[in-house]
């Protein structure tokens, strides 16, 4: 039986119950057992993993082990990796060998970490349910005919499943929270700059960034410790000093006051779920902390903010995919105008042409006002809600989506319903806000999930926060059956 945290394998590999190798070979059998029913995975990286495996058991024998050598976990497959294929989630870049490695993937590299492969994700990541995938969707490992939810669908059941120890992801309006959420686990979505965004496959650049999947916050907070940090190769990189994730774990919550958003607390949140957050607001009152109800107005504005703001910045990214610079390249072109049209025609998905249409009409001369503009005065209004109201308080408390896991296909022909799921995730993006999402209850035997949003820089705190509700609770330690 595969041990469960990033933790316990430390400790198994540091006690010697296992090597790397042998528990690489382990994750690898279990991958090819549950994958082709699953889809998290697009590439498996088996002979990587292994022989990253081998040299991570040849440093620790000699006595040169960092703290996450020879743990094996999965990138999505947004990240950038040297040699190994990239797709992003689309025929675009369905042959795509980048000649460098990400910022993320390779600091876990020389954390000494093993890479088991590159997770399926929704195309270029746009989408809420992973359907967006040239690859085919992920399943949800707790209800197979259910959504893992996106745009991170394949590293949140991966590590669901047991696939890999833990994954990274990335999220841009939610894509690590929500799929956190939809699978049980602890995610966090660090603050805007916190995390390089080299060779991060570029979607809305103000607003993407990169994460970790885990288990428990402590996990995370390991991941975090190897992730986070000023890369002088991203201009957009915070330069702020990084804290040690784990040594704020411990901290008692007395004192702590957490803010509740009423207007997350509304019709749109389902009464279950809703029942789910009361029991841990206990928790947390049982540790110290205390509550109080706080108001971010303009919460409502934040979809419509958002569904302007990131197609206008996907639809300039994605322009380099033409079929000359970068991309898929059609057959036969008659001449440069067929190239480049019937190049993007087979290379992009549905979802993405329609945010690229949107998007280049949000930022044409003639709207650029109406929308763009408008969009960009919102987002500041909910990041001033922000700011005053964590002025008051040490964090939020708040849900994660509106319902639990929904069935694939239920909200595909109505890009608008998927697009409401966020409306609990996109306000802290747009605001540039961490956010950790973790595990709080059942609803129907799917997991439900709560949100901690905190003030810039405070992933620590977030992470401490999470870490006592889960030395209290046991959410996060259940597992989805498949087959055992
Ligand atoms: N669901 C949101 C979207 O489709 C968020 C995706 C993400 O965070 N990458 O844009």
Not at 71 to 94: I, N, Q, W, Y
Not at 106 to 130: H, I, Q, W, Y
Not at 443 to 468: D, S
Request: aromatic residues 8%; proline residues 6%; charged residues 20%.
């Amino acid at each position: 039986m595969l041990p469960h945290t990033i933790s316990e394998i430390i400790s198994g590999l540091r006690d010697k119950q296992f090597s790397s190798r042998e528990i690489t070979q382990d994750y690898l059998t279990r991958i090819k057992r549950l994958n082709p029913e699953l889809n998290c995975f697009i590439t498996i990286t088996e002979d990587l993993a292994l022989s990253q495996a081998e040299q991570a058991d040849a440093r620790r024998n000699a006595g040169e082990a960092s703290i996450l050598n020879g743990v094996p976990l999965a990138h999505k497959d947004v990240f950038c990796t040297e040699g190994v294929t990239t797709t992003c989630g689309s025929r675009m870049l369905e042959k795509f060998v980048p000649p460098y490695e990400s910022t993320v993937t390779r600091k876990f590299m020389e954390a000494g970490a093993v890479t088991l492969g590159k997770t399926n994700m929704d195309e270029f990541a746009m989408g809420s349910s992973n359907e967006n995938s040239y690859f085919g969707p992920v399943r949800n490992p707790w209800d197979t005919e259910r959504a893992p939810g996106g745009s991170s669908g394949g590293s949140a059941a991966a590590v669901a499943a047991g696939l890999c120890a833990a994954a990274t992801g990335t999220d841009t309006g939610g894509s690590i929270r929500q799929p956190a959420a939809f699978c049980g686990l602890t995610g966090l979505k660090p603050t805007y700059g916190r995390v390089s965004r080299l060779g991060m496959v570029a979607f809305a650049s103000s607003l993407d960034q990169g994460g970790p999947f885990a288990r428990t916050a402590e996990d995370a907070a390991l991941l975090m410790n190897v992730m986070a940090g000023h890369d002088p190769m991203d201009s957009t990189s915070a330069q702020n000093p990084t804290e040690d994730y784990t040594s704020a774990l411990a901290q008692p919550l007395t004192g702590f006051t957490i803010g509740l958003p009423k207007e997350y607390f509304s019709s749109q949140l389902n009464a279950e779920l809703e029942k789910a957050l009361q029991e841990a607001i206990k928790v947390y009152e049982s540790l110290g902390a205390s509550f109080k109800e706080v108001s971010l107005p303009h919460t409502e504005l934040s979809v419509p903010a958002y569904y302007v703001i990131a197609p206008a910045e996907c639809s300039t990214n994605l322009s380099r995919f033409d079929g000359v610079r970068y991309g898929h390249r059609c057959e036969n072109p008659k001449d440069l105008e067929d190239l480049y049209q019937r190049s993007r025609s087979e290379g992009f998905g549905d979802e993405v042409k329609r945010r690229i249409l949107i998007g280049t009409y949000a930022l044409s001369a003639g709207y650029y006002d109406a929308y763009y503009r408008q969009a960009q005065k919102i987002r500041r209004l909910i990041k001033n809600d922000f700011v005053s109201t964590l002025n008051e308080v040490d964090a939020l408390l708040c849900p994660t989506t509106p319902d639990v896991a929904f069935k694939l296909g239920e909200k595909t022909s109505d890009p608008v319903q998927m697009y409401l799921e966020d409306i609990f995730t996109i306000p802290a993006s747009l605001a540039g806000l961490p956010a950790l999402g973790l595990p709080c209850g059942f609803k129907g035997g799917l997991p439900v999930g709560m949100q901690l949003i905190g003030n810039y820089f405070t992933e620590a705190r977030l992470l401490n926060l999470g870490h006592q509700y889960q030395l209290n609770t046991d959410w996060h330690k259940r597992s989805p059956a498949l087959g055992e």
